[in-house]
């Protein structure tokens, strides 16, 4: 879905529109504001989840369990929630004006979509608790290597699908949809090595186990929020009139 038409979108820098310029219009002023936006709320987001949980952790022994960052019943649990459905909402919307991608998108929408639903009623975290009370397999905690053994497949088809969806967007939302893609497969790999951690004798209540989970839960919060606000505003971009003409590179 890479912009053909001659008011290409690359002309938007550094969050910044000047509305009277050339080929500047109002949707190019408020797609830059939604990525500037999506920027501020995720560094606001991440910064605020993180000295929330630390001070839980430090000043209250983790004792108040709405507060953490990786309680399943938290606060911070539903902006996981809330952040992953705006993307898969963005991907929605962005199919109905993406005419090249659009089956891309409806594949990015539904993973997402069920992705946000998992998070809320805990799925992944079911069949991992079912792992723990297997005989013999407590001691290496199977509730933290089942779930990316079982969702790895589902989550290597999205991150290629937004990958691609990357590559045909805007360049502005295009490099916003990398940089979530990043932090989600960084947070994918501190969950693979907190039960390195547990093994190691850190265990909750020990300070590197609260750092990998500041760090896990702070790269996937932001993830979401960038990829959200970059099909977003891809989207406001395909709303301009004549219509943006968006097909798959090289076609």
Same mark, same amino acid.
Request: hydrophobic share 60%.
């Given at each position: 879905m890479t912009v053909t038409d001659a008011a290409r979108p690359d002309t938007i820098s550094a969050g910044t529109v000047r509305p009277n310029e050339p080929g500047r219009d109002r949707s190019e002023l408020v797609a830059a504001r939604i990525l500037t936006g999506a920027l501020a709320l995720a560094v606001a987001g991440?910064?605020?989840?993180?000295?929330?949980d630390l001070v839980d952790f430090w000043a209250l022994d983790r004792e108040v369990e709405l507060l953490l960052a990786d309680?399943?019943?938290?606060? @911070?649990?539903?902006?996981?929630?809330?952040?992953?459905?705006?993307?898969a909402l963005g991907a929605l919307l962005l199919s109905s004006v993406a005419t090249g991608s659009r089956n891309l998108l409806w594949f990015v929408a539904a993973t997402t979509a069920y992705m946000s639903l998992d998070d809320?009623?805990?799925?992944?975290?079911?069949?991992?608790?079912?792992?723990?009370?297997?005989?013999?397999? !407590?001691?290496?905690?199977?509730?933290?290597?089942?779930?990316?053994?079982?969702?790895?497949?589902?989550?290597?088809?999205? @991150?290629?699908?937004?990958?691609?969806?990357?590559?045909?967007?805007?360049?502005?939302?295009?490099? @916003?949809?990398? !940089?979530?893609?990043?932090?989600?497969?960084?947070?994918?790999?501190?969950?693979?090595?907190?039960?390195a951690v547990i093994r190691a004798g850190f265990d909750r209540g020990s300070v590197l186990?609260?750092?990998?989970?500041?760090?896990?839960?702070? !790269?996937?919060? !932001?993830?979401?929020?960038?990829?959200?606000?970059?099909?977003?505003?891809? @989207?406001?971009?395909?709303?301009?009139?004549?219509?943006?003409?968006?097909?798959?590179?090289?076609?």
């Open positions: 991440v910064a605020l989840q993180s000295v929330v309680s399943d019943v938290g606060v @911070f649990a539903w902006a996981s929630v809330v952040a992953t459905f705006t993307a809320q009623v805990m799925l992944h975290e079911r069949a991992g608790d079912l792992a723990d009370r297997a005989e013999g397999l !407590a001691l290496w905690e199977p509730a933290r290597l089942l779930w990316p053994a079982l969702y790895l497949p589902l989550l290597a088809g999205l @991150f290629l699908a937004l990958w691609r969806c990357a590559g045909r967007l805007p360049p502005r939302p295009g490099r @916003f949809v990398v !940089a979530g893609l990043a932090l989600l497969a960084a947070a994918v790999v501190l969950e693979l090595l907190s039960a186990y609260e750092l990998e989970v500041v760090l896990e839960e702070g !790269a996937e919060l !932001a993830g979401w929020i960038l990829i959200a606000g970059a099909l977003l505003s891809a @989207f406001v971009l395909g709303l301009r009139e004549p219509p943006v003409t968006m097909t798959p590179e090289g076609g």
